[in-house]
């Protein structure tokens, strides 16, 4: 049994000042998600793709984890903290996103 790993939240205030900032964002959703509206600059890996594609996710930094409302991006985010990666989950996830009126990205490229 792994053991529970706390996982720093934040909200899309902190998101977008870290995306402000050069922050790392990774998105968690399928490809369908993102394509209809991303984060702007986040990179995409799909939870089901995660363990093999986790050697992808920046290991020097904070990494800001993003799904729909937040449930599978703290799934992700405990998987790759109990790697040694740094990561915050982003609360309410792209749904608070887009809520707060923020800008989106559209399609399959990060950016």
Excluded: Y
């Excluded at 995409?44 to 920046?58: N, S």
């Amino acid at each position: 049994m792994q053991p529970e790993v706390a996982v720093p939240q934040v909200t899309v205030d902190e998101l977008a000042a870290a995306v402000e900032a050069g922050g790392a964002v990774l998105d968690v959703r399928m490809p369908d998600e993102f394509a209809e509206a991303h984060v702007p600059g986040a990179v995409l890996i799909p939870l089901p793709e995660l363990p093999e594609r986790a050697h992808e996710v920046p290991a020097d930094q904070l990494v800001h984890v993003i799904c729909r409302s937040g449930g599978r991006s703290q799934k992700a985010c405990e998987f790759l903290a109990a790697r040694g990666h740094r990561v915050a989950n982003v609360a309410g996830g792209t749904l608070a996103w887009i809520e707060s009126g923020r800008a989106i990205t559209t399609g399959t490229e990060a950016g």
